[in-house]
């Protein structure tokens, strides 16, 4: 195993590698590159990797998280969608032996093929400074693919992170909540300025944890319940009642939607924003069972 420090994650050597290479961060891709030292440590810290760790990172860019993951755990795999970037990470990740390099677009890897594969079908962790543009497909797509993954710790745009995070009845509480937390814990672990990045973003981010949950919460129809969750933010000034009965893939009347609530103990009306994920979880056995 290498023994590479990294040496990257300041200014002065990032600024050397753009320089080097012509690099010019192309906004499609949403590249910001970390500069803070003491980020890209909490960050591996947050993460709990150890040298036992298979690590898949998303989005490795100039390679200046990878050194980190490279040096914290057994393996890492680094996709990256920007092959452009081939000669910069063969200088940045040479001596890191542990460290490949896979070029790919994450939306379509077979994240379970790559478990199997690279780690036994053992559960890997998945660490990125994602970009903030597709954050929410990037994290929907690792949870919906069942793939075996023990952690997933993020850096994203911070309202992004606290909609993750959030409980019941707050404004950033939604359809983005009940997924990830369906799914995971959450833990926020960091908030990071624009300072820590070149070139700034124009919002503040934050690194999130999200730990999967060894056992789901149970629910009779899992794709009903995300439809029924979807419904119920589709129109988040509008009641519970006149947002189930307004959804097309329930195809409810307001008798059927009022009966419904009223079965599941719930009151004529709330809206979906006051509803737990267990508040669903049993609306949703109820409608299942009709």
């Given at each position: 195993?290498?023994?590479?420090?990294?040496?990257?994650?300041?200014?002065?050597?990032?600024?050397?590698?753009?320089?080097?290479?012509?690099?010019?961060?192309?906004?499609?891709?949403?590249?910001?590159?970390?500069?803070?030292?003491?980020?890209?440590?909490?960050?591996?810290?947050?993460?709990?990797?150890?040298?036992?760790?298979?690590?898949?990172?998303?989005?490795?860019?100039?390679?200046?998280?990878?050194?980190?993951?490279?040096?914290a755990a057994g393996e890492v795999l680094a996709v990256e969608v920007d092959k452009s970037l081939l000669p910069v990470l063969e200088e940045t990740l040479s001596g890191f032996d542990n460290v490949t390099v896979l070029y790919a677009d994450i939306l379509k890897t077979d994240l379970q093929k790559i478990a199997e594969e690279k780690n036994g079908g053992r559960p890997i962790r998945i660490v990125a400074n994602l970009p903030y543009y597709i954050t929410t497909p990037i994290i929907m797509g690792i949870l919906e693919s069942r793939a075996p993954v023990s952690s997933q710790t993020f850096m994203v745009q911070k309202e992004v992170a606290e909609r993750m995070a959030a409980a019941p009845g707050g404004k950033?509480?939604?359809?983005?909540?009940?997924?990830?937390?369906?799914?995971?814990?959450?833990?926020?672990?960091?908030?990071?300025?624009?300072?820590?990045?070149?070139?700034?973003?124009?919002?503040?981010?934050?690194?999130?944890?999200?730990?999967?949950?060894r056992e789901k919460t149970a629910v009779a129809d899992e794709e009903l319940l995300f439809r029924v969750i979807r419904a119920a933010f589709a129109m988040r000034r509008k009641t519970l009642v006149n947002c189930l009965k307004s959804s097309q893939d329930l195809n409810l009347s307001r008798a059927e939607a009022e009966k419904?609530?009223?079965?599941?103990?719930?009151?004529?009306?709330?809206?979906?924003?006051?509803?737990?994920?267990?508040?669903?979880?049993?609306?949703?056995?109820?409608?299942?069972?009709?």
């Open positions: 195993m290498n023994e590479i420090k990294p040496w990257l994650g300041n200014a002065k050597a990032t600024a050397g590698i753009l320089k080097k290479y012509g690099i010019h961060t192309k906004k499609k891709y949403g590249q910001n590159f970390l500069i803070d030292e003491r980020v890209l440590e909490k960050i591996i810290e947050a993460a709990g990797i150890t040298k036992d760790d298979f690590v898949l990172e998303i989005g490795p860019g100039i390679g200046t998280l990878t050194q980190y993951l490279g040096a950033e509480y939604g359809a983005l909540s009940l997924a990830v937390q369906y799914y995971c814990t959450t833990e926020l672990n960091a908030n990071v300025p624009p300072n820590c990045f070149i070139p700034r973003p124009d919002v503040q981010s934050t690194v999130i944890t999200l730990t999967t949950r419904l609530l009223a079965d599941t103990g719930l009151e004529q009306n709330i809206r979906g924003e006051a509803l737990s994920l267990e508040d669903f979880v049993r609306l949703t056995d109820r409608l299942a069972a009709r």
